[in-house]
């Protein structure tokens, strides 16, 4: 069998080198054939210094004579001064192949254990992706490899010499990486947005809900505020910033599951969970939940280490996830039940620990006089906010779990077929959880904060960041599952989906890491903030009314006109208990802010009517992507 193997090896190897001999270089493009089916292109348009180069499926079955064409130019034209130069390739072919020949190298090592069978398939594979795919790319190489060399890992021999810190370190700078592919995109959400302004605000020297008011709790406020220190006004830093409370949390779930041993189910889980966070409906970094979930984090680190816990520590931990997420007060009691149930003594000393970061910013708001406003935000509005009828609600918790997994295999069907493993698997613990013969839980905590995950998606809805409680619990999970099971089953399929979102995200982050010091050429708000600053004379004295792309306060350093923050914010009834307790319409909203004279209107007529035409004011309109334009409001 090896001689087979052997043979086969040089084979592949010869076609190897024939197919590089003839492969597309972009840097060399004079070089490559035409194909024979398209008309003859003028070779003279190859050396134009405004060139535009694109990849073209062509079609090969049942027309078998496009063969010809693959790995050369199918066809080229020029537009303006700017030529366009057309590659052909077939990636749905390769794409298949790709899925089958993958499954068979780990079915054929599973069973036989020839390593050299890894390499046979890996070049195969390589020489089907030179000859079917118009491109040459160190990187993708370096990932078909890695897909090829995905069965070592079922070999628990293998995975047991396997330095656990190096997997950490490789694991943090993939989650890192992957995450900058949202590096070029300005706007993420309102929320994030409004954030900022507020952190700003505070930076003032106004205490949160004193000038602005937003439906987050205060110590959100004072987390942007640090982060618009240490940006200095660079958006861009920012952006990096608010990467650190995923790979915080990335380095608490290591530390979590390491203590239990099983080191293919800690690759498995750390992986599971960096593939999900990259993508943005789940894990985009700056929303409220992964601040509020460091704290949670560390608690069931510290719970599940068992050696010394300082309750009263623990206590602090989840006041500051309240004050970061009104809805982790569910994890706050599912904490509560876990400890009366294991240390019933330390309840007092938990209590106390919670209330201490409470009663010292109810003492702050006190001595300025703003105990009102500052229970009003935290108590009265929230729970007026989050008030739907028991049907609304129970019909919102079933599409919070069906919405994700859709969501899942439509981005990755390798990790979506991971996720509803671990979800049946939690599901048989549930159902077994008074058997004898169960599996245990190897983390004790985690059924009380999953209860605690799923009630507060059940009370206070889904949404995209919400999720992240969840999903880190449900990593969490795959610690109880058989090691042996994860090595031979999950594991790979983790692997494969890994890679395969490295490979179809690694071209734009390292395009934006390339491209740092010119990406805010590409913001758009920014630039439009910046030519009102220098053509319209707005500074940080000028009244800005932001009732849409209140980023741009950000850019600005202005606060927002109106008291409350958030544009859509402005006109729910259940936030405007401060300013509108009338329940005005939204005219009558706009038309009460028309009477502080704002220098600067940011309103869009498609969210709302009022704003196709303000009198005294002139609109400027800066063009955006696909033919849009954003309308800026500015006074005569």
Same mark, same amino acid.
């Given at each position: 069998m090896k001689k087979v193997l052997f043979l086969v090896f040089l084979l592949t190897l010869f076609f190897q080198v024939f197919l590089l001999n003839n492969a597309i270089s972009k840097n060399s493009l004079s070089k490559v054939?035409? +194909?024979?089916?398209?008309?003859?292109?003028?070779t003279t348009l190859l050396n134009?210094?405004?060139?535009? /180069?694109?990849?073209?499926?062509?079609?090969?079955?049942?027309?078998?004579?496009?063969? !010809? +064409?693959?790995?050369?130019?199918?066809?080229?034209?020029?537009?303006?001064?700017?030529?366009?130069?057309?590659?052909? !390739?077939?990636?749905?072919?390769?794409?298949?192949? #790709?899925?089958?020949?993958?499954?068979?190298?780990?079915?054929? *090592?599973?069973?036989?254990?020839?390593?050299?069978?890894?390499?046979?398939?890996?070049?195969v594979t390589l020489n089907l992706y030179i000859f079917l795919v118009a491109e040459n790319s160190i990187a993708e190489t370096l990932i078909l490899a890695g897909i090829f060399l995905v069965p070592l890992i079922t070999d628990l021999e293998i995975i047991e010499k396997v330095n656990m810190n190096f997997v950490l370190l490789g694991v943090l700078l993939f989650s890192f990486f992957l995450q900058q592919v949202y590096l070029s995109k300005e706007v993420l959400g309102w929320e994030v947005s409004t954030y900022l302004s507020m952190g700003q605000d505070i930076n003032r020297g106004n205490l949160p809900y004193e000038s602005q008011y937003e439906l987050r709790p205060v110590l959100l406020m004072y987390i942007y505020s640090v982060i618009d220190l240490l940006s200095n006004g660079d958006?861009?830093?920012?952006?990096?910033? !608010?990467?650190?409370?995923?790979?915080?949390?990335?380095?608490?779930?290591?530390?979590?599951?390491? !203590?239990?041993?099983?080191?293919?189910?800690?690759?498995?889980?750390?992986?599971?969970?960096?593939?999900?966070?990259? /993508?943005?409906?789940?894990?985009?970094?700056?929303?409220?939940?992964?601040?509020?979930?460091?704290p949670i984090a560390l608690a069931i680190y510290l719970l599940e280490k068992k050696q010394n816990t300082n309750f009263l520590f623990l206590g602090i931990l989840f006041s500051l996830a309240t004050l970061t997420n009104h809805g982790t007060v569910l994890f706050f009691i599912a904490a509560t039940f876990y400890i009366y149930s294991k240390y019933k003594n330390q309840l007092t000393r938990f209590f106390i620990g919670f209330s201490i970061p409470h009663l010292f910013f109810l003492l702050i708001y006190f001595i300025n006089d703003l105990l009102r406003v500052y229970l009003t935000?935290?108590?009265?509005?929230? #729970?007026?906010?989050?008030?739907?009828?028991?049907?609304?609600?129970?019909?919102?918790?079933?599409?919070?779990?069906?919405?994700?997994?859709?969501?899942? *295999? $439509?981005?990755?069907?390798?990790?979506?077929?991971?996720?509803?493993?671990?979800?049946g698997f939690i599901v048989y613990l549930s159902l077994n959880s008074f058997r004898k013969d169960s599996l245990p839980n190897a983390l004790s905590s985690l059924p009380y904060f999953f209860v605690g995950g799923i009630l507060h998606m059940f009370i206070i809805g889904p949404a995209p960041g919400r999720y992240n409680?969840? /999903?880190?619990?449900? +990593?969490?999970?795959?610690?109880?599952?058989?090691?042996?099971?994860?090595?031979?089953?999950?594991?790979?399929?983790?692997?494969?989906? $890994?890679? $395969?979102?490295?490979?179809?995200?690694y071209e734009k982050s390292y395009y934006n890491l390339q491209n740092f010091e010119t990406l805010e050429e590409n913001y758009t708000l920014q630039q439009i903030a910046k030519d009102l600053q220098v053509n319209y004379d707005v500074d940080t004295n000028s009244k800005v009314l932001a009732l849409d792309h209140n980023l741009i306060l950000y850019y600005l350093d202005v606060p927002n006109l109106s008291y409350v923050n958030h544009p859509v914010l402005m006109f729910l009834n259940e936030v405007n208990l401060f300013d509108n307790p009338e329940n005005k319409t939204k005219e009558e909203i706009f038309n009460e802010l028309m009477l502080k004279e704002p220098d600067i209107i940011l309103c869009n007529e498609e969210l709302y009517s009022f704003c196709e035409v303000i009198y005294d004011y002139s609109r400027v309109e800066y063009p955006i992507r696909n033919n849009n334009s954003i309308p800026i409001f500015i006074k005569d």
């Open positions: 054939n035409t +194909c024979s089916v398209v008309e003859k292109i003028d134009s210094e405004s060139l535009i /180069i694109s990849f073209v499926d062509i079609p090969l079955i049942p027309e078998f004579e496009n063969i !010809q +064409c693959l790995n050369t130019i199918y066809g080229a034209s020029m537009n303006e001064g700017v030529v366009s130069i057309a590659l052909a !390739q077939n990636k749905v072919i390769y794409s298949y192949a #790709l899925v089958i020949l993958s499954l068979v190298n780990f079915i054929f *090592y599973f069973f036989r254990k020839e390593r050299l069978s890894l390499l046979l398939f890996f070049l958006y861009r830093i920012v952006k990096f910033l !608010q990467d650190i409370p995923l790979l915080v949390l990335t380095i608490l779930m290591f530390s979590t599951l390491k !203590q239990k041993g099983k080191k293919a189910n800690i690759i498995a889980a750390l992986l599971v969970y960096t593939s999900i966070l990259s /993508i943005e409906y789940y894990g985009a970094t700056g929303v409220t939940e992964l601040y509020a979930l460091l935000a935290n108590i009265q509005i929230p #729970l007026g906010y989050t008030s739907v009828s028991f049907g609304e609600r129970v019909s919102n918790f079933l599409n919070g779990f069906i919405d994700p997994f859709k969501g899942l *295999y $439509s981005y990755n069907i390798f990790l979506s077929g991971v996720a509803l493993f671990i979800a409680f969840l /999903i880190y619990l449900f +990593c969490l999970y795959i610690i109880n599952i058989q090691e042996n099971i994860v090595a031979k089953f999950l594991l790979p399929l983790v692997v494969i989906a $890994s890679l $395969s979102i490295l490979n179809n995200d």
